[in-house]
């Protein structure tokens, strides 16, 4: 069965997009900072990294994903969307434990 996805949440899916590239980034500023203050002893220059740049990459993802997915909101209608193809599961899941709780399910034909 394919289904075309007809509209995305611009703000929601702008927002988690650009936390996922931020925390990438804080990782990556982390090691550059670490680069910094042991080559050059740079206390200042390396918190400057690890603040400034996930922020401004957050920033950057974020206004970039409105706009491409205001742009695919709009233009879904004109030319269709992004399919995905799904099919049952061969099988049924009616119960899923975990740890902390359990949760009941529908079966899958139900669905």
């Given at each position: 069965m394919?289904?075309?996805v007809a509209h995305v949440s611009v703000h929601?899916?702008?927002?988690?997009?650009a936390s996922v590239y931020a925390l990438i980034i804080?990782?990556?500023?982390?090691l550059m900072a670490i680069f910094t203050l042991v080559k050059d002893h740079d206390v200042v220059s390396a918190l400057f990294i690890l603040i400034l740049m996930p922020v401004f990459y957050w920033i950057v993802f974020y206004v970039g994903h409105v706009i491409v997915l205001f742009v695919y909101n709009?233009?879904?209608k004109?030319?269709?969307?992004?399919?995905?193809e799904f099919q049952d599961s061969p099988v049924e899941l009616t119960h899923?434990?975990?740890p902390m709780k359990t949760?009941?399910?529908e079966?899958?034909?139900k669905l």
């Open positions: 394919k289904k075309q929601q899916t702008s927002k988690v997009i804080f990782f990556i500023a982390l709009k233009l879904f004109h030319i269709g969307g992004v399919e995905f899923v434990s975990h949760v009941e399910t079966p899958v034909d």
